[in-house]
């Protein structure tokens, strides 16, 4: 257990639902990072914060996808009008010294 | 720009032999890069890093892995591979510490199997 929580561990909706993750970094950490596993692929970066700004999002993959991080604590990674191309692992990560800590990821199945 | 590849999908190897994972990396400045490992519905863990200090990286769980600038390479060894050992490996690369930017850019992994 690194310490990064994410919820849900598994979503399965059906497609044009609106999907939501939560992850609760290391309390101390004032970076974190959201990505997308495939099936066979290592993980890819969507967007990251440094408390709650949002310093990247150019990487998300449609407008259909936005994350937050209003208080600098928590995030939440939200998916409108999902697509079965949605399915994917969603990983969470917070940053302490250069080095990246991950949950254990919240899987998507869209039906 | 950066970019990471791992030159083998799948790497088998019998208990107790030596495992190598080759990992070959191409970027526009000095980078960081590490090994990651991920067994089966786990997350992500940090097995070692190079941040331009020593080349030769020691990490957990008897890995070890050499920064060749000359070859841009990043190879993941271990001398004598354990059962525990399975698993999926992902070398990243990320721009250096002092960018301040700690995006890291994965390659593909290569899945580990130990065989008995």
């Known amino acids: 257990d690194t310490g990064v929580s994410q919820d849900p561990r598994h979503k399965i909706t059906k497609r044009g639902q609106n999907v939501t993750f939560r992850c609760d970094p290391i309390?101390?950490?004032?970076?974190l990072y959201w990505y997308r596993q495939t099936l066979g692929q290592g993980p890819e970066f969507l967007t990251y914060?440094?408390?709650?700004?949002?310093?990247?999002k150019s990487r998300l993959l449609s407008d259909r996808f936005s994350a937050e991080r209003p208080k600098g604590s928590f995030s939440t990674l939200e998916i409108q009008r999902t697509e079965q191309g949605d399915s994917a692992m969603y990983l969470c990560?917070?940053?302490?010294?250069?080095?990246?800590?991950f949950g254990e990821g919240s899987r998507l199945t869209v039906l | 720009a950066q970019s990471v590849t791992q030159l083998d999908s799948h790497v088998s190897v019998s208990e107790g032999t030596p495992v190598l994972l080759r990992c070959n990396y191409s970027?526009?400045?000095?980078?960081?890069l590490f090994w990651y490992v991920q067994h089966p519905n786990k997350g992500l863990q940090l097995l070692l890093k190079?941040?331009?200090?020593?080349?030769l990286v020691k990490g957990i769980n008897g890995f070890e892995a050499e920064f060749k600038k000359s070859e841009t390479s990043f190879h993941l060894t271990k001398p004598s591979a354990h059962m525990s050992d399975a698993a999926e490996y992902f070398c990243?690369?990320?721009?250096?510490?002092?960018?301040?930017?700690?995006?890291?850019?994965f390659g593909t992994g290569t899945r580990l199997t130990i065989i008995p």
């Open positions: 990560a917070s940053n302490m010294a250069g080095e990246l800590f």
């Open positions: 309390s101390e950490h004032n970076r």
């Open positions: 914060f440094q408390n709650e700004a949002q310093l990247e």
């Open positions: 970027s526009s400045y000095s980078p960081s």
């Open positions: 190079y941040t331009s200090a020593a080349t």
């Open positions: 990243v690369v990320s721009p250096p510490p002092n960018f301040g930017n700690e995006k890291l850019t």
